[in-house]
């Protein structure tokens, strides 16, 4: 029943509030900060509001305002780093170009604040170790600043590069279920932290640490197998390339056909041997045909960013991708093009840069490295802004569509709004920077 007797929020019930929601706050010890807490507004004001048509006349309502503020300089968070890796054979000069810009990519990070942060490899892989860290030796798969120094993180690291080059040919170290070669970078990374069991063993070999950013940088010289084709007869794109497709596999045998495709024009991802397909229909559908004669693609862009935003909480998350870029050159032999499905989760993540793979496979060391050096500026300056605000109270059903989200006094509309968490999430870190206010107002009832 509506309370007749409410009084206005007072001064000291307002003091409270502030107390306890700034020492939770970003910049009261953000050592403390982790992914199972909330990002609490650090002012709140709130009014009664007049009554409107349509309001629950035995209900009161209340105008809400939660005030936020963004760190004042990158390095506020710990950051676990993971490039997810195409071990295929045909990776081995990039390989050896990624290995020779660490040193770089580094540095880099460094300079830019980020001091505390942990560095490692995830395979494309299908089978027993998606999802896991992986190292050249036991002990070696997770490389951080707080036990070694830059030179070491830099050599083990090339250690572990190297174990790939070494090895992707090998009977117990490639894919033990069918992919092509390891090519599923999106299912490994999403794997990482949706399999409770995964995000176990990560944590226990130091990674995924509870109080860190969590930023994924996917490396490939093609598109990932999750990169579908609405259609499965792809040989005019394939015989474009210079391929022999033969007739016998010229459309996958007609069994795989998707709803859904991430490519570009004379960019579509190219599968002579239908291998993708196969791991595509496996892993990232649910595998039932429906009434269309179509696979519904399970394991879409926007299910792996809602997911990683919700698997970190509050603290900040990236998504990137060292690839060829759409549109532009790269070499006609094998099945090399974009790296579709990673594009379009780094673009819903608000990064629409790919670091060119083109320089690696060309040998021009010093553009890689300058490109690296720019990812590095990139990964520093989204791991340390914030896009949750989990709100003081929940919005009042039916007032969700008038949610107002102000960066420095800029309206955006580019968020979503999670009523079961109560919380507000920007879609990207896109017109944010470091110490801005983010105030959102919002109605709620009682």
């Avoid at 995000?199 to 490396?219: E, H, L």
């Avoid at 009434?291 to 909480?313: C, E, I, R």
Wanted: glycine letters at 8%; charged letters at 15%.
């Amino acid at each position: 029943m509506k309370n007749k007797t409410y009084i206005t929020t007072s001064l000291l019930a307002m003091a409270s509030l502030l107390m306890a929601y700034c020492g939770q706050h970003y910049g009261w010890g953000l050592s403390a900060f982790t992914r199972s807490q909330t990002n609490d507004p650090d002012s709140v004001s709130k009014t009664e509001k007049t009554p409107t048509n349509g309001d629950d006349p035995d209900k009161t309502y209340f105008n809400v305002t939660n005030s936020f503020s963004q760190p004042n300089a990158a390095g506020n968070f710990p950051l676990d780093l993971y490039f997810v890796i195409d071990t295929s054979g045909s990776m081995t000069g990039e390989f050896a170009a990624l290995k020779s810009s660490v040193t770089n990519f580094i540095s880099s990070l460094e300079s830019q604040g980020v001091i505390d942060y942990c560095v490692a490899l995830m395979y494309g892989h299908l089978g027993n170790k998606t999802g896991k860290i992986q190292g050249a030796s036991s002990g070696q798969e997770c490389l951080c600043s707080s036990s070694l120094s830059n030179s070491q993180i830099v050599t083990k690291f090339g250690q572990n590069l190297q174990n790939v080059i070494d090895n992707y040919n090998k009977s117990g170290f490639k894919d033990n279920v069918l992919s092509d070669g390891g090519e599923c970078m999106v299912y490994s990374a999403y794997q990482s932290f949706s399999s409770s069991s995964n995000t176990a063993y990560n944590m226990a070999k130091g990674c995924m640490r509870a109080n860190a950013a969590q930023a994924f940088v996917m490396m490939s010289d093609e598109n990932d197998c999750g990169g579908a084709l609405n259609d499965s007869n792809n040989a005019t794109q394939v015989q474009s390339y210079g391929y022999s497709y033969t007739t016998a596999n010229g459309n996958c045998d007609g069994e795989y056909k998707f709803n859904a495709t991430y490519n570009s024009g004379s960019d579509s991802p190219r599968d002579p041997d239908c291998q993708e397909q196969r791991a595509r229909k496996n892993y990232y559908t649910d595998g039932v045909i429906n009434g269309s004669g179509q696979y519904t693609q399970t394991l879409t862009p926007q299910v792996f960013v809602d997911g990683l935003k919700n698997f970190n909480n509050a603290l900040p998350v990236y998504v990137s991708n060292i690839g060829y870029v759409p549109g532009s050159s790269f070499p006609s032999g094998g099945e090399n093009g974009p790296l579709y499905l990673g594009i379009e989760i780094a673009e819903l993540m608000g990064n629409s840069t790919v670091t060119d793979l083109k320089d690696a496979s060309n040998g021009n060391q010093q553009a890689f490295n300058s490109s690296l050096s720019s990812l590095a500026s990139s990964v520093a300056q989204n791991v340390s802004l914030v896009t949750t605000f989990h709100l003081s109270e929940a919005v009042c059903s039916g007032y969700e569509s008038q949610i107002s989200v102000k960066i420095d006094g800029t309206a955006t509309t580019a968020f979503t709004y999670n009523a079961s968490a109560k919380k507000v999430v920007l879609n990207s870190s896109n017109g944010l920077d470091y110490g801005d206010q983010v105030v959102i107002s919002f109605v709620t009832c009682e």
